[in-house]
């Protein structure tokens, strides 16, 4: 508590008749204020610390069966290739054996150049080691695709359509079903996607991420089979709501010695195969067979 004197100075001013003006009377108070409690400074605030996404390294690492090329700068007489044994090693000249299994190609190159730094075989070597055939992490893919294999996995191909357009995509009598099975967490499972579907809504969630050893199967799509009087009878693919004459659109359409009027389908059902009339404007069925006759004119 501080105190500080304020001076008042009160002036009386009397007027009345006939007199003078009083002298003016001064008194003096004293206040006492209280002074402002010093604020202490605000601690800045801490700066944002910038976090770096840890990398993935799961499908970059190297496991048994991968061949690498290691190559050493400024020494062409150490380039080696090999093959990662069982043991997940590989052996490199002066130094022997090196456990590479598990590491990124950099860290096993990191490994090399430490050995060879450490036996003092190279001074400051920089070592560089590639990946020239993945075999620890491969998925199948089988079915109705242009492609059948395997192929490795990796952190850009890692997801179901990825791998899909590794093997060259869905094969013209491909359905839009895919069948995976995996295995997670020791337990076998077996996953459906219909792909066309989850495109059609945009819900990308069943792209699902693939892991070694995965099985994909692309099945067969829905046929329909022309025959008869048209530019190119055959098998072809049952798209949604197909008519009739659309069927007949994909085998080239109609011959010139053909006749709209007529159309059978073969149709099986659970009592055999039936034999039907039909129009160009009836739906298709799977497995429907369609026969155009000739015009008897």
Do not use: W
Request: charged letters at 20%.
């Amino acid at each position: 508590m501080t105190t500080k004197p304020i001076t008042l100075c009160i002036a009386a001013l009397v007027a009345a008749s006939g007199t003078a003006i009083a002298a003016p009377t001064v008194a003096s108070l004293t206040v006492a204020t209280k002074s402002a409690p010093k604020m202490a400074a605000a601690a800045p605030a801490p700066a944002p610390v910038e976090t770096q996404p840890v990398a993935d390294t799961r499908l970059e690492a190297l496991g048994m069966g991968d061949m690498v090329r290691v190559s050493v700068f400024r020494n062409p007489e150490l380039t080696t290739e090999a093959r990662v044994s069982e043991r997940g090693t590989i052996l490199f000249p002066m130094i022997g054996e090196v456990s590479v299994a598990g590491l990124t190609p950099s860290q096993a190159g990191a490994r090399i150049a430490d050995k060879l730094r450490g036996g003092r075989y190279v001074v400051n070597p920089e070592v560089t080691v590639s990946m020239m055939q993945v075999n620890s992490r491969q998925v199948s893919v089988l079915g109705n695709v242009v492609k059948p294999g395997r192929y490795p996995l990796d952190s850009t191909t890692a997801q179901l359509t990825d791998v899909i357009a590794l093997a060259g995509g869905v094969g013209p009598t491909g359905s839009d079903e895919v069948t995976i099975i995996t295995k997670r967490s020791g337990k076998q499972e077996k996953i459906e996607v219909d792909m066309a579907e989850m495109f059609r809504r945009g819900d990308l969630t069943r792209n699902i991420s693939l892991e070694p050893g995965d099985t994909i199967y692309v099945h067969k799509a829905p046929m329909v089979y022309v025959y008869g009087e048209v530019q190119k009878g055959g098998a072809y693919r049952v798209e949604p709501n197909m008519t009739v004459m659309q069927a007949i659109a994909m085998g080239g359409g109609i011959t010139p010695r053909g006749t709209d009027r007529g159309i059978k389908i073969s149709r099986r059902d659970g009592k055999g195969v039936q034999r039907i009339d039909a129009n160009l404007t009836d739906s298709v069925q799977p497995d429907d067979v369609i026969y155009v006759r000739e015009s008897l004119f």
